[in-house]
């Protein structure tokens, strides 16, 4: 007995020495990358953000307060800002309103790059909530103001300004450059992006690298870091909404039965709420941990270097944890309407409820559809789709060559942060270009804090003139680092 006890101990003993040792080798690695000198923004590159956010790109729910007139304006402002850009590439119109760019390259035989944007915007919901106009506000001590700042006129007019700045220096890229600006990616981007894409599957064009908007650069959104942590987005969630109905005989409120529609239905919801989605380690969450965890204290570090050991306690973590983690570990449960009666002293015959879920990888519409049956487990109740719903996207490479042109750029400009993999968990455009593309990455390179979290479709969207001007030289750099690429 003793002999058994004390082998026990030696094993646990090893045990715990293996996961310290791991621990205490868990090293970074970080892209390691050369900083460049900042290169001068073009004069006139905050004026020109100013007019494009002053535009009232804006994409309604209700596609009859669709106003063109907005949108023939920023076709104009785009025609008369960027001379080069106009004279030199090639350029088509899909929809009216959305923009293809073709930046001819050197070398035909290289593979496109494609840099997306998208130009609409979100209406702006309590603008008594503002504390200054969203629109006509303009620029005042180093921040420019409104609507688009972030969302996403940020990225469009950088790519605009980095491609206009090295057209006016002579230079030509080794492959093509394509600008891919959407108008209508807030309402599901099918005029735009996916009009785009069609025509370029067409044209059997197939891209090295993708990069749209999704992920960006958190600044304090991240417990027990003190570093900035520029994310890239490698996939994206799917999305998709249950309708659950129930019918049943209604009557006085008098006399009200055991059971009326709006318990048994109530009851459903709150059980489909209680018995979430699995967790998953997607290869995302997997390669935070790698690229983040050794910037870790000492605690976290233990758990995260052995990530195979320790995967169900790190996804409870994070499952649990603040700032939405648990969203990128599992697909969501929301309710969203709840709908039943018309008057106070009827029981009414039939009740209805939605519940909105985004879909991690490894997760279908379908599979979700599956689970709600199965919790609802009352054939009383109907379950079917509402609306639209979409797969989550695949997954592109969280490293290689053309992962790591995107950390590149990012660190050339911003040095002191670290770079991760990530999980986009709302839609972007981006996630019609994986028909065209392995590579398709999702970063815009501004700051996310707890701060101008709320500004992001929400009221005093604003961005300073500094990130503006980092945002041009990252996309400068992106571009001449594709020169680089040493792939087809
Ligand atoms: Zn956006």
């Known amino acids: 007995m003793k002999k058994i006890i004390f082998s026990f101990f030696i094993i646990l003993l090893l045990f715990l020495l293996y996961i310290l040792a791991r621990a205490a080798m868990f090293s970074s690695s970080q892209l390691k990358v050369e900083t460049v000198e900042a290169v001068d923004t073009p004069p006139g590159a905050v004026d020109r953000f100013v007019q494009?956010?002053?535009i009232r790109t804006v994409s309604f729910a209700n596609e009859y307060d669709f106003d063109s007139t907005q949108f023939e304006m920023f076709n104009e402002f785009i025609e008369n800002n960027y001379p080069n850009v106009n004279e030199k590439l090639e350029h088509q119109l899909f929809s009216h309103y959305s923009h293809l760019y073709r930046w001819?390259?050197?070398?035909?035989?290289?593979?496109?790059?494609?840099?997306?944007?998208?130009?609409?915007?979100?209406?702006?919901a309590s603008p008594r909530k503002w504390s200054f106009h969203p629109f006509i506000e303009g620029v005042k001590n180093d921040t420019i103001y409104g609507r688009g700042a972030m969302d996403d006129k940020f990225s469009l007019i950088s790519i605009l300004e980095a491609t206009e700045?090295?057209?006016?220096?002579?230079?030509?890229?080794?492959?093509?450059?394509?600008?891919?600006?959407?108008?209508?990616?807030?309402?599901?981007?099918?005029?735009?992006?996916?009009?785009?894409?069609?025509?370029?599957?067409?044209?059997?064009?197939?891209?090295?690298?993708?990069?749209?908007?999704?992920?960006?650069?958190?600044?304090?959104?991240?417990?027990?870091?003190?570093?900035?942590?520029?994310?890239?987005?490698i996939a994206e969630k799917g999305y998709a909404t249950m309708e659950l109905r129930v019918d049943m005989d209604g009557g006085h409120s008098s006399s009200p039965p055991k059971e009326t529609a709006i318990d048994v239905l109530s009851s459903a919801v709150?059980?489909?709420?209680?018995?979430?989605?699995?967790?998953?380690?997607?290869?995302a969450i997997s390669g935070f941990i790698d690229k983040i965890g050794p910037a870790m204290d000492f605690k976290s570090k233990i758990l995260f270097a052995?990530?195979?050991?320790?995967?169900?306690?790190?996804?409870?973590?994070?499952?649990?944890?603040?700032?939405?983690?648990?969203a990128s570990v599992r697909t969501t449960t929301a309710p969203t309407i709840f709908e039943s009666g018309i008057k106070e002293n009827i029981i009414p015959t039939s009740a209805r409820a939605l519940i909105n879920f985004r879909i991690i990888p490894g997760e279908t519409p379908?599979?979700?559809?599956?689970?709600?049956?199965?919790?609802?487990?009352?054939?009383?109740?109907?379950?079917?789709y509402h609306g639209f719903k979409s797969k989550p996207s695949p997954i592109s490479p969280p490293k290689g060559q053309i992962y790591d042109l995107v950390d590149r750029s990012i660190k050339e400009i911003f040095p002191n942060v670290l770079t991760s993999p990530s999980?986009?968990?709302?839609?972007?455009?981006?996630?019609?270009?994986?028909?065209?593309?392995?590579?398709?990455?999702?970063?815009?390179?501004?700051?996310?804090?707890?701060?101008?979290?709320?500004?992001?479709?929400?009221?005093?969207?604003?961005?300073?003139?500094?990130?503006?001007?980092?945002?041009i030289r990252f996309y400068r750099r992106v571009i001449l680092n594709s020169d680089e690429l040493r792939t087809n």
Do not use: W
Request: one cysteine or more; a negative charge.
């Open 423 to 471: 999980l986009v968990i709302a839609a972007t455009d981006s996630r019609y270009f994986h028909d065209i593309s392995e590579h398709v990455y999702r970063f815009t390179p501004n700051y996310i804090t707890p701060e101008n979290l709320k500004c992001f479709h929400g009221i005093d969207e604003r961005i300073s003139v500094e990130e503006y001007q980092n945002g």
């Open 104 to 124: 001819q390259g050197s070398d035909p035989s290289l593979k496109p790059l494609i840099l997306m944007a998208h130009l609409d915007v979100v209406p702006i």
């Open 270 to 283: 709150s059980r489909v709420k209680q018995n979430p989605l699995p967790l998953h380690l997607t290869p």
């Open 52 to 54: 494009a956010i002053a």
């Open 165 to 233: 700045q090295l057209l006016n220096e002579g230079f030509q890229p080794n492959r093509t450059v394509y600008l891919a600006f959407g108008h209508d990616e807030e309402v599901s981007g099918k005029k735009g992006a996916l009009q785009i894409v069609n025509y370029l599957k067409e044209n059997n064009v197939e891209a090295e690298l993708v990069l749209d908007e999704g992920s960006a650069i958190t600044h304090g959104m991240i417990p027990n870091m003190r570093n900035d942590i520029a994310l890239i987005g």
């Open 306 to 326: 052995n990530k195979n050991i320790f995967s169900s306690l790190i996804l409870k973590v994070l499952a649990n944890g603040s700032g939405g983690t648990n």
């Open 366 to 384: 379908q599979t979700v559809k599956d689970h709600v049956e199965k919790v609802v487990n009352d054939e009383r109740i109907k379950v079917e």
